[in-house]
């Protein structure tokens, strides 16, 4: 069975701050792809990141930065110089393989809200 | 382009009645699910359609729940008898099909509240 764990529920900080929100997964798939969903006050989930099991290069898109580590089964998400409208709730998901039938159904962890204080 | 459309935005209903909530992929999209999202459970998954294939209701927690979709396109989920538990915001999310998995496009939801 897949599992995702956020074990951040809330944090606060201050505009500027830089905060990175932790993100560990398990799965016994060898072919899987992990995810960032960002939502807001107005409660749609926005598609920030995605990432498949053979591509571990980190990446910086902006403000945003990513850090995926299958050693330790992790995907830390990083939003550097946070800005008030950053404050959201936060969800890591993990899918399994995309190939063949599979379904790429989502298991999501338990979200971490985010609040950026002006 | 459009987005992933949902209605009703809120329904609120009673306890043992029957409700209907629709989602509108986008267009092209052949991968539709429905997920719940509630404060006790988190984000759940509940079932996935992909073209002309069986679903797979393997995240339905009752039979209480069905969904269907036609002509490929929009889907309904239908709760029948709706319990207090059923209670959350019902979240409808599309993919295209494709080499690789492409990330799952959601639509606003629908806040269903069982009074």
């Known amino acids: 069975a897949q599992k995702v764990t956020q074990a951040q529920t809330e944090i606060s900080v201050v505009e500027k701050e830089d905060v990175t929100l932790d993100c560990v997964y398990e799965t016994r798939d060898t072919t899987y792809y992990l995810f960032w969903y960002k939502q807001p006050p107005s409660g749609e989930l926005v598609f920030l990141i995605r990432r498949n099991s053979f591509d571990e290069q980190n990446e910086i898109s902006g403000r945003y930065s990513w850090n995926f580590q299958k050693s330790t089964s992790s995907f830390n998400f990083t939003i550097t110089a946070s800005q008030v409208v950053d404050s959201a709730v936060y969800f890591c998901?993990?899918?399994?393989?995309?190939?063949?039938?599979?379904?790429?159904?989502?298991?999501f962890g338990q979200g971490t809200i985010l609040t950026v204080h002006p | 382009g459009a987005g992933v459309s949902q209605s009703p935005s809120n329904k609120v209903t009673e306890k043992g009645k029957d409700v209907e909530l629709r989602c509108d992929p986008i267009?092209?999209?052949?991968?539709l699910y429905w997920y719940r999202q509630s404060l006790g459970q988190g984000l759940e998954f509940l079932i996935y359609?992909?073209?002309?294939?069986?679903?797979?209701k393997s995240g339905l927690p009752s039979d209480r729940f069905s969904a269907e979709r036609t002509g490929g396109s929009v889907s309904t989920l239908t709760i029948q008898r709706t319990q207090q538990e059923d209670s959350a915001v019902y979240l409808c999310?599309?993919?295209?099909?494709?080499?690789?998995?492409?990330?799952?496009?959601f639509g606003p939801g629908t806040r269903l509240t069982v009074t």
């Open positions: 267009s092209g999209h052949t991968a």
């Open positions: 359609f992909q073209g002309n294939s069986a679903p797979d």
């Open positions: 999310a599309s993919r295209q099909q494709g080499v690789g998995l492409g990330e799952q496009y």
């Open positions: 998901a993990l899918s399994d393989n995309a190939g063949g039938t599979s379904y790429g159904k989502l298991t």
